[in-house]
């Protein structure tokens, strides 16, 4: 048994394979353990200044009441200073359903990631793991809710008991995720501080889960949360409720208010730096203090250092120009790297600065052809990987990144890097030069001969080859892509037409297969290991475009979605599930192997450039975010890896 508490931990090989996380790490440095951090001592807890009168007027308990017992310790180092209360952090968002972010900056997470990708106790005080099934998590005592009641086990029980197993409020039963090879947990509340999780088998996602940047939730705010439970609550009462609401039932209800990770309940409790206190939709959402935050840093400030912070709804096109006139004081989220000549010339004497952080994504953008979309034509083309490979060949990436990106990025699929243990050139090259007289013959091979008096090849229904590629449009970055590609694609008599919406709409259109083809993100994480989840490059997640409903069918256990109808596909799930019960670094690695090579071979997505610098924009008086940092959605939480509850104001 290895006991893990507030710091980040390292632990054998073996243990680090369940886990997910070997990224080359020497048998020596996996062995070592760091120390837990000691007793704190509460005599050198201070006082929040703008909580003072609240705590004499008796309208707050002092902040010694209001941490817990050992809170979580930031501790000073050469990138981070102990700072100052005070001021408002400004950041700009697209639209009012960014309020999320409040959670993905705040970054309170049971366990989460460090800077360099280790794992760190945050919540939980700390954390037991045997055989790599078998995670027994400890609660800080005296932790509190936002609100001030006690956050203890009975809020892990009520999730369990009486959300994961409500067939009302989880049709499909638990979270997909804690399902471990079909099995899904045993749930022991052991008493008001702890609680066990535990599988038959090893689950090497369950801490890569809590620490995600959209994190799996194991608890809900029971005391808060019974009111709008059928369970606890009277009919009559209940329905009064939900026709308060305006909800259509009990179970709708429940879920508006449950939102975590959303953020768009103020009077949820929770146990992020910022409480939001504005109920959208809104322009301006204002995150206030939370009062009974878990940490304090070595002299006894309890964190966050700033009394608020505040998102303001810009929309996606107009945030460059507002950073630039010193609208915002932290930005990534709205910027891209185009916006950097135009930011660096306005900082000076706007007072903020310019960072460029590392980006890690296998593309910074790629096509992906939906091979589960509804128009039979397209499907038909989209499942052929010569056409594919046609797209992939018809597309100038030495342009896109000449032009766009100055030459900086790197031109190839969207797979793992050249920094991955599991890089090899083929992954990263094939079907990825620019090869027009190829991407032709391949046409003419699949039968596409025939065309119209524009040039365009003709479907086998007589359709002129008009491709519409869906955006979230947040971005001109996106326009930008699909122009320079449209002008190549269109040498091989394939006519491109973009076309932008909303991201949700976005996302469900793909989801029922009415998109034919979208450009999105690349894959998450280009840093791969053997020990990292193949669950992007096998279909197995609705969330990935080139195989939505497969995906959905594995998530749903499946009730929903289609079941995986092509060979190379199905090898990828059948790998799968070899690498989840594989039990060496050698296995996995081999596993890997032919992931990536069906992968690079079939072009189920076409990369464009990966490594493309993101620039921070911040003003010049925050101290301690990093000079140079990795951005990443996940793993990364884009800053909130960084804890931007330590960002203070130098005035």
């Known amino acids: 048994m290895k006991v893990i508490a507030g710091k980040v931990f390292r632990t054998s090989i073996r243990s680090l394979a369940v886990l997910g996380l070997v990224t080359g790490i020497s048998p020596s440095l996996a062995e070592t353990y760091l120390s837990p951090v000691s007793d704190f001592n509460a005599d050198l807890l201070r006082e929040v200044p703008v909580f003072e009168s609240s705590v004499i007027n008796g309208e707050m308990p002092p902040v010694a009441k209001r941490v817990p017992e050992n809170p979580y310790i930031v501790k000073q180092s050469q990138n981070w200073k102990a700072g100052k209360y005070g001021g408002s952090i400004r950041s700009l968002i697209a639209k009012s359903k960014d309020v999320r972010l409040f959670s993905v900056y705040g970054y309170a997470r049971l366990i989460g990631y460090t800077p360099d990708l280790g794992f760190t106790t945050d919540i939980l005080d700390k954390i037991d793991i045997e055989e790599g099934r078998i995670f027994t998590m400890t609660l800080r005592k005296g932790h509190r809710w936002s609100d001030g009641h006690p956050f203890t086990s009975a809020d892990f029980k009520y999730f369990w008991e009486d959300v994961a197993n409500d067939s009302n409020l989880r049709p499909f039963g638990p979270p997909a995720e804690l399902l471990v090879d079909g099995e899904m947990p045993k749930v022991e509340i052991i008493d008001e501080v702890t609680v066990r999780y535990s599988w038959s088998v090893p689950n090497p996602f369950f801490l890569p889960s809590l620490a995600a940047t959209r994190p799996l939730y194991l608890f809900q705010p029971a005391h808060y949360m019974k009111q709008f439970h059928a369970k606890y609550v009277d009919t009559d009462v209940l329905q009064e409720r939900v026709t308060k609401a305006g909800a259509r039932n009990w179970v709708q209800l429940h879920n508006r208010k449950a939102r975590q990770y959303k953020f768009t309940n103020p009077k949820l409790p929770t146990l992020q730096p910022w409480v939001n206190s504005v109920k959208p939709p809104s322009t301006r959402f204002v995150g206030k203090r939370n009062p009974y935050y878990h940490r304090v840093d070595e002299l006894g400030h309890q964190l966050p250092y700033a009394n608020e912070f505040i998102l303001s709804v810009a929309g996606g096109g107009l945030i460059p120009a507002k950073v630039g006139s010193g609208d915002s004081d932290l930005q990534s989220r ?39 979309a509804q128009d039979s034509e397209w499907r038909k083309l989209n499942r052929d990987k010569r056409f594919r490979h046609a797209l992939s060949l018809a597309t100038n990436r030495y342009e896109l990144n000449q032009v766009l990106y100055y030459g900086l990025g790197l031109e190839g699929n969207n797979t793992v890097l050249p920094s991955s243990s599991l890089y090899k050139e083929e992954y990263f090259k094939k079907w990825a030069e620019f090869d027009l007289k190829k991407a032709n013959m391949l046409l003419d091979e699949i039968g596409l001969t025939d065309r119209d008096e524009d040039g365009l090849r003709l479907l086998s229904d007589g359709r002129p080859m008009k491709i519409i590629i869906e955006t979230a449009g947040e971005s001109s970055e996106e326009t930008d892509i699909l122009e320079l590609i449209a002008d190549s694609w269109l040498k091989v008599g394939v006519k491109l037409y973009p076309k932008p919406s909303q991201r949700e709409v976005l996302r469900n259109r793909i989801f029922s297969g009415e998109t034919n083809m979208s450009l999105w993100y690349g894959n998450l994480n280009g840093l791969l290991s053997p020990h990292s989840s193949p669950a992007e490059l096998v279909p197995r997640q609705q969330q990935s475009f080139q195989w939505p409903k497969w995906g959905q069918y594995v998530e749903t256990k499946g009730n929903a979605g289609e079941e995986v109808d092509i060979i190379q596909a199905q090898e990828l799930n059948n790998l799968y599930v070899l690498w989840f019960r594989a039990q060496t670094t050698a296995e996995k690695k081999d596993i890997w192997e032919r992931i990536l090579e069906i992968n690079s071979e079939e072009t189920y997505t076409i990369g464009l450039v990966a490594g493309i610098p993101q620039p921070v924009a911040l003003s010049n008086k925050l101290m301690n975010v990093p000079e140079d940092g990795f951005y990443n959605w996940e793993p990364g939480a884009l800053l909130g890896v960084y804890k931007p509850d330590g960002f203070w104001f130098e005035e």
Do not use: E
């Not at 600065?353 to 890690?360: A, D, I």
């Open 334 to 372: 709205g910027l891209n790297f185009s916006d950097y000549t135009f930011l660096k010339g306005n900082d000076d004497q706007n007072g903020y600065s310019v960072r460029l952080w590392k980006t890690v994504r296998g593309s910074q953008f790629a096509l992906y052809p939906n091979l589960n």
